[in-house]
C-alpha cells in the first residue's frame, strides 16, 4: 500500500461512520423497526393515499419548476454565449449568487418583495386605497416555482451556456446555407447538439427541485409538503420514525434512479464533436433585432433575480407602523439600523433561546470548523485519487453526499446516533461516546462537513491533475520529502484552489438548512435557523429581525462568491 492509499484511509473512515451507517440505520428503521425484518411499517405508509399525494406533488412541482426554469434559461444561455456584450462576466456572477444562498435567504427575499407587508403590496394599497394586499404570494404554488427559478437558473446559464459558447458556428451556416430559416436550425441543429448539456442541466435542476425542503417549507407553508417536508414533519412534529424513515428510503431510491436514468441518456445521446475556443465563437449584437434580445434578457435577469435581494435589503433598514389597530402595516420612509441592533438582545430572556447575535456566533464558529475539516478530508481524497484512474471507482462512491438530501443525512444522523445498535453489540464502550456525540455541536459540525467535502475535490481534483508530475519527480530528486515537495512545490502552485475550495464550504456550511433543522439544539441555533423561527411568528420585529440577519447572511455568501470568481482558474474545477 502506498502512501498515497494511506491518505484515502482517513476519508474512507469518516465516510463509512457518518455517511454509511447513518443511511443503514434508516434501511433498519425501515424495514426492521423492531430488530426484525417486517415489511408491515413500509406497506402501510405506501399503501395510505397521503404518501401518494406528496409523492404526486414532489414529482408534479419538481416538473413544473424545471419547465419554468428550463423556458426562462434556455434564452439567456444562449445570448451569454453568443453575444460579448459589456458586463457579461458580471451578469453572470450576479446570477450565480442566489444557487449559494441559503434557502431562508431566498424566502425572506421575496417575502420582503411580494409578502403581504412586501414592497409590492403595499405600493399597491397606498395608490389604489386597499385595506388589504391585493397580491396573494406567499403559501403558493408560485412562490414555490417562482423560488425555484430563481436558485436554479444559473445552473441552465452555467452547463448550457458553456456548451453553446464551445459550439461550432460553421455548423449553423451551413444549415442556413442550404435552406434552413433560424428556428429550423435551432431545432434540427443546435438543440441536438446541445442535447447532453441540457439534459446535464435538466436533471440537475430536477434533482434540486424534487429535493427542495427550506423553499417549500417557508414559501408553500402548510398546504403544500414534497417528499423531504414530509419526512422532517414526521420526524420532528409526529414523531412517527419508521414512517419518515419509509419516506427517506423512498427518496433515496428516487434520487439514485434519476441519477442513473440521467448517465444512462447522456451517454446515449452525446455526440462526438470538436469544439471551438469560446472567444471564437461570440460576436458583438449588430442588427437591432439582436440589441433588443441582449436588453430583453438582461431586464429579465435584472428583475428576477436583483429585484428580490434589493428589496430584501432595503426592507432590512425600514421601518413599519400601523395605519390603525388590525389594519396592515406601511412604510414610514425613514432610515433605522434599529432591526440589526435587535439582534444582540434576547427580548425572551429564556435559558433555551440564545439572542440573535449568537446564532451570527454559532454559525461562523460551524463554519470555520468545516472550512477547517472539509479542506483536510477533501484534500487527501483528491490527493489521493489524482493521476490514478484504478482508484477512480472512489471518486463517485465519496460523491454519494452530494445525490442525498440534506434532510436524509441529518434524519440518519438522528435515527443512528440516537439509538446505536450496531455499536452497543459490537462496541459497548463506544456507544456511549456515539450517543453522546448526539447533543454535541461536533454533529453539526461532521453534517456540514458531509455536504461540503465533495465540493472541495471537486474544486481540487481537476487542478491537482492539470499539475506537470514531473515538477513533483524533480523534487524528489533533489532529495526533498513528500512533505517538503508538498510544502513547497505543490501547495504554492494549489493555492488558489485551495482558497476557492476553503471559501466555497464555509459559505455552504454558512446556509446550511435543512440537516441543521433536524440535529441542532436550541442553545446551537444557527443564522438559517433563527432567520426561519424570525419569519415564521408574527410581528413587525420578528419580520425585520429576519430581513436583518438574511442581508448579513446575503451580504457575506456575496462576498464569497466575488472572491471565488476573482481567485478561481478559469475553466478548471466542477463548481
Excluded at 443525512?409 to 461516546?433: I, K
Excluded at 512545490?489 to 493555492?495: M, N, Q
Aim: aromatic share 10%; proline share 7%.
Amino acid at each position: 500500500m502506498s502512501r498515497r492509499d494511506l491518505l484515502l484511509i482517513p476519508p474512507l473512515l469518516f465516510f463509512g461512520a457518518f455517511y454509511l451507517y447513518p443511511l443503514g440505520s434508516i434501511i433498519q428503521l425501515s424495514l426492521a423497526p423492531e430488530g426484525r425484518i417486517t415489511w408491515g411499517a413500509i406497506l402501510e405508509t405506501l399503501r395510505g393515499t397521503a404518501f401518494w399525494k406528496v409523492l404526486g406533488f414532489t414529482v408534479g412541482q419538481a416538473t413544473l419548476s424545471t419547465m419554468v426554469t428550463l423556458a426562462l434559461g434556455l434564452p439567456l444561455a444562449g445570448l451569454f454565449a453568443r453575444y460579448p456584450f459589456l458586463g457579461r462576466g458580471w451578469w453572470q456572477a450576479m446570477a450565480t449568487v442566489p444557487f449559494v444562498l441559503p434557502t431562508v435567504v431566498v424566502a425572506a427575499a421575496f417575502t420582503a418583495l411580494l409578502g403581504p407587508r412586501g414592497w409590492i403590496n403595499q405600493a399597491l394599497m397606498a395608490l389604489l386605497n386597499l385595506p388589504e394586499p391585493p397580491i396573494s404570494f406567499l403559501n403558493t404554488l408560485a412562490a414555490i416555482v417562482v423560488a425555484h427559478v430563481f436558485y436554479n437558473l444559473t445552473l441552465v446559464l452555467r452547463i448550457v451556456g458553456t456548451a453553446w459558447a464551445h459550439l461550432d458556428p460553421t455548423l449553423e451556416m451551413a444549415a442556413h446555407t442550404l435552406g434552413a430559416d433560424r428556428w429550423r436550425t435551432l431545432g434540427r441543429v443546435t438543440i441536438p447538439l446541445l442535447m447532453p448539456a441540457i439534459l446535464a442541466a435538466t436533471a440537475l435542476v430536477f434533482l434540486f427541485d424534487f429535493t427542495s425542503f427550506g423553499v417549500v417549507l417557508l414559501l408553500g407553508g402548510p398546504r403544500y409538503a414534497t417528499l423531504e417536508v414530509e419526512i422532517y414533519r414526521q420526524a420532528v412534529g409526529l414523531f412517527n420514525l419508521p414512517a419518515a424513515a419509509t419516506l427517506a428510503l423512498v427518496q433515496l431510491g428516487l434520487t439514485f434512479g434519476i441519477l442513473a436514468l440521467y448517465t444512462r441518456l447522456q451517454a446515449r445521446l452525446t455526440f462526438p464533436l470538436e469544439w471551438r475556443p469560446a472567444a471564437s465563437t461570440a460576436r458583438s449584437p449588430r442588427t437591432p433585432w439582436e440589441r433588443t434580445k441582449v436588453a430583453l434578457g438582461l431586464s429579465a435577469l435584472s428583475l428576477w433575480i436583483g429585484l428580490p435581494l434589493l428589496a430584501l435589503i432595503a426592507r432590512s433598514v425600514t421601518p413599519m407602523t400601523a395605519r390603525k389597530p388590525g389594519e396592515a402595516a406601511i412604510y414610514t420612509g425613514w432610515l433605522t439600523l434599529g432591526y440589526y441592533q435587535e439582534l444582540w438582545i434576547n427580548r425572551r430572556g429564556a435559558v433555551t433561546y440564545v439572542a440573535p447575535i449568537e446564532a451570527v456566533r454559532n454559525s461562523l464558529i460551524f463554519a470555520g470548523m468545516v472550512m477547517v475539516l472539509s479542506l483536510l478530508l477533501g484534500g487527501m481524497v483528491a490527493y489521493g485519487l489524482a493521476g490514478r484512474r484504478r482508484r477512480r471507482w472512489l471518486d463517485p462512491l465519496l460523491m454519494l453526499p452530494l445525490s442525498t438530501s440534506a434532510v436524509t443525512l441529518g434524519f440518519g444522523f438522528l435515527t443512528g446516533f440516537s439509538r446505536p445498535r450496531v455499536f452497543l453489540r459490537v462496541f459497548p464502550g463506544l456507544a456511549e461516546a456515539v450517543m453522546a456525540l448526539r447533543t454535541s455541536p461536533l454533529l453539526v459540525v461532521i453534517a456540514h462537513t458531509l455536504i461540503a467535502y465533495p465540493f472541495v475535490v471537486r474544486i481540487l481534483l481537476p487542478a491537482m491533475e492539470g499539475m506537470n508530475p514531473r515538477w513533483r519527480e524533480a523534487a524528489m530528486t533533489l532529495g526533498a520529502s513528500p512533505w517538503r515537495v508538498w510544502w513547497h512545490v505543490e501547495a504554492p502552485l494549489l493555492g488558489r484552489a485551495l482558497l476557492t475550495a476553503a471559501i466555497f464550504a464555509f459559505c455552504v456550511s454558512l446556509g446550511e438548512f435543512g440537516a441543521t433543522a433536524l440535529i441542532a439544539r436550541p442553545t446551537m441555533t444557527t443564522m438559517p435557523l433563527a432567520i426561519a423561527r424570525f419569519l415564521s411568528q408574527p410581528g413587525e420585529l420578528n419580520l425585520g429581525q429576519a430581513m436583518a440577519m438574511s442581508t448579513l447572511l446575503l451580504l457575506v455568501t456575496f462576498l464569497g462568491i466575488l472572491l471565488i470568481e476573482r481567485f478561481r482558474y478559469r475553466g478548471i474545477g466542477g463548481f
